[in-house]
């Protein structure tokens, strides 16, 4: 296995992606070979301080960096020579197995949407998020801003890459399927959700619950919560708020430290033949080894698999 | 001055409203006088527990109640001697200038849009609801769920409402507007709130802002926050259940103390001609003397009448 990491993306890079890398590989039991894209002396650098293991990884040179203020399609276009546009060639062209950065999140969208292809038969990809649950297990809520317009057949579609998420790399058995509505009768809901009730009844790929409320949201109620985009990203944003707050008033809670959003480290692109991560812009080391942790579960499970297999069947 | 208040509606009817009546008189310089509409020999025994002073309030008897799970407008169409409908009933026909109910939400809505007339120029009424901010003051998020599907010009309304809601009652000079949307720069967002963000930016009756994102909406950034009724109540929801939360992790706050709802009362149906307030289930004494408030600020500072200029000008 080859996962390639954008030394460049986030705030603290590449400080934070070495240190990250040095966590990842001292706890790596397994033949991951890691692939650092980025400027090569600003790693080397860093790597002094922060040993890594040799063998382990290779870096390759990047010239540019993609600013995080940069328009995405066009600093993709023109800086070929970008960690993110590097990465994402390497991907496509089968020299690496996954592609991570904490980099311009909408120059990781449209590199994922058009370098890598989507899986035949899913008609939009999806970004989740995790919702911290007071059980310890996470939930996922998606989509959480990629389609900001969406369709019943895209929530629907989303169900499906959820389901196989949280199943695989969350570790729920048969999670369930959440509708996100402000019911929780059927019928309740604008046009959108009405529509998706109708489809996910019928999904038999699904283990559909029913409508879940926004006061479900941070509960067990479901695994996998269902939106379109716009709802999933100002709640995704509403929660990563809670955590703000807390700090501010210097709550220091168990539970809700776990709204601290940036320790997961980012989460993925669904519904696209190959594992793509978008980080958090404010990534320290925890971040950077939990992706890779993540990306490694991708590949160890065949998710992309399960994936193809389940739109195909 | 005459305010109608159901003394069914809520959990803990009617003892709690009696209570909230009590406390509400206790402080009450003004010549406002109450209809406490119910089952009377059930209010007078609640009297004789919290003495009102006599002469400050009427009691209107109602033989029947509409419960918390009945269909609205099944309910208010076969309930005619319900508390609700008299209620209704008695501000159709001028008898009182405001109504309050923390009952079955649904028929107040439909009371509300039905029996009272929409003021003229108000495409939709709508239903907003008060967010905590860290400055102790509140801001109105708006539409909260009356309008699950909602057009720009809908969107653009809410604002002007929501506008002098916030002025006349929660006390904001020149409120800011701001819309509710997945990103801060103009031009993002999905179709309804991009074509919103035009209507407001041309709207000389507001102060509109620009986009909000999720994470300013427990901020200080606008005073009102517009969206779509679905998505305001999925954010009213979530915020709600962080109370929840925090309770349960015996967390005591001040700040996320105010997350507790209840304690607001309710918030009215802006748009309608006459001041509706629609109460919270779990309503205890305080949130039925904070409606009577709100109902007397409204109708002191002449809300309807700033409402109907702003709509005809």
């Known amino acids: 296995m080859n996962i390639a990491l954008d030394m460049m993306g986030g705030d603290y890079a590449p400080q934070e992606a070495v240190k990250g890398v040095a966590e990842y590989l001292a706890n790596n039991s397994t ?14 650098e860093c790597i ?44 496509a062209g089968g020299k690496t197995d996954a592609f991570i950065s904490a980099g311009n999140t909408g120059a990781m969208m449209v590199g994922a949407l058009f370098s890598i292809k989507t ?10 998020a995790y919702m911290p649950r007071e059980d310890g297990k996470l939930g996922l809520l998606v989509d959480v801003g990629l389609n900001a317009d969406s369709k019943p057949e895209n929530l629907n579609q989303f169900a ?5 998420f949280s199943k695989h790399i969350l570790g729920f058995d048969n999670p369930q399927v959440g509708l996100v509505n402000l019911g ?33 949201i941070l509960t067990a109620k479901a695994e996998v919560m269902v939106c379109d985009g716009f709802t999933g990203n100002v709640v995704l944003k509403l929660a990563e708020s809670i955590y703000d707050i807390t700090q501010r008033r210097h709550i220091n809670d168990e539970h809700f430290n776990r709204f601290n959003f940036e320790i997961y480290g980012g989460v993925p692109v669904l519904g ?12 320290h080391s925890i971040a950077f080894k939990n992706m890779l942790v993540t990306a490694q579960r991708m590949l160890e499970t065949n998710l992309m698999e399960r994936i193809k297999e389940s739109f195909v069947g």
């Open 160 to 164: 499906i890459l959820g389901s196989l």
């Open 272 to 283: 696209v033949a190959k594992p793509v991560i978008i980080g958090h812009g404010i990534s």
């Open 48 to 91: 002094q301080t922060n040993p890594l293991p040799a063998g382990n990884y290779t870096i390759v040179h990047a010239e540019q960096v993609i600013e995080m203020n940069e328009h995405p399609t066009k600093a993709l276009k023109e800086k070929q020579q970008s960690s993110i546009a590097i990465g994402f060639n390497l991907l």
């Open 31 to 44: 033949n991951v070979h890691l692939t650092l894209i980025g400027n090569q002396q600003q790693i080397e």
């Open 119 to 128: 899986i035949e038969g899913v008609l939009r990809p999806t970004i989740g």
């Open 184 to 216: 929780e009768e059927e019928g309740k809901g604008n046009l959108l959700a009405q529509a998706t009730y109708s489809l996910l009844k019928e999904n038999n790929k699904i283990n559909f619950k029913g409508n879940i409320e926004g006061r479900d």
